[in-house]
């Protein structure tokens, strides 16, 4: 499991010059359909009475940001499948930053060229991937933050948005499945104590948006990609195989 786990980390460096690790990603979406699902409250987790998300110098702190141009969306088969999702806006990735909050709390924000709360019919996950290197002490840190949203409409047994982190390395979930809210209009946005990715501050990291169409079989890749940030499809569509 060591010589695997190095063999990834050694090919992700020698392969990005970003510097971005991946992982052993979203694991499968069987573990995913958990029964213990915990209710967190992702956006108002705060005790100081003061509203996390505000526009101010004091309180929030841009650490990371990507821009990704508009439009740029297209269906890449992950897993052979007869159905064809119409594209939507909320698949399409404008931009995304991550701030830290003045006690050390972590945004992590997704916007989107349109409400993602309007998927109805599928399972669209939006993923971050990030990683701190440091192969020379082989301390390697490398976590997948999940959140997937299952439609009203479809006929996954579990419906609305959900928030899993999946530390790579030690092959565990730092946060299992947990029930979040609604999301704010045109972005996927979460507020996370740095202790579910091991404390760390500063990192590398990319973005993707992946659908499942096929709510039959779940133990397996999603279906389709469909947007990536930084750019990087190819990567991502070779990530499964």
């Known amino acids: 499991m060591k010589s695997h786990q190095s063999l990834i980390v050694i090919i992700a460096i020698i392969s990005f010059s970003i510097s971005i690790l991946t992982s052993f990603l979203l694991t499968t979406n069987n573990k995913l359909q958990s029964n213990t699902i915990c209710n967190v409250d992702c956006n108002n987790n705060n005790n100081s009475g003061l509203p996390l998300l505000i526009n101010s110098h004091n309180l929030k702190v841009l650490i990371g940001n990507t821009v990704d141009a508009k439009y740029d969306t297209k269906l890449i088969t992950l897993d052979k499948t007869t159905q064809m999702p119409e594209i939507h806006g909320f698949y399409d990735i404008v931009s995304t930053q991550i701030s830290k909050m003045y006690n050390n709390d972590l945004i992590f924000t ?45 006929n996954f047994r579990i419906k609305g948005w ?54 039959t079989f779940l133990d397996k890749q999603p279906d389709y990609l469909i947007d990536s940030s930084p750019d990087d499809n190819t990567f991502w569509s070779k990530w499964f195989l």
Do not use: C
């Open 162 to 215: 959900y928030l899993a982190i999946y530390d790579n390395i030690n092959n565990k979930y730092s946060l299992p499945l947990s029930r979040i809210d609604k999301m704010t209009d045109n972005k996927v946005e979460i507020t996370i104590d740095p202790n579910f990715i091991g404390g760390i501050l500063d990192f590398n990291y990319t973005t993707a948006v992946m659908i499942r169409v096929n709510d």
């Open 110 to 154: 997704i916007n989107l060229d349109d409400d993602p709360n309007k998927n109805k019919k599928y399972e669209s996950t939006y993923l971050w991937l990030i990683s701190q290197l440091d192969p020379l002490n082989d301390h390697n840190q490398v976590f997948t933050i999940i959140i997937p949203n299952f439609g009203s409409e479809s």
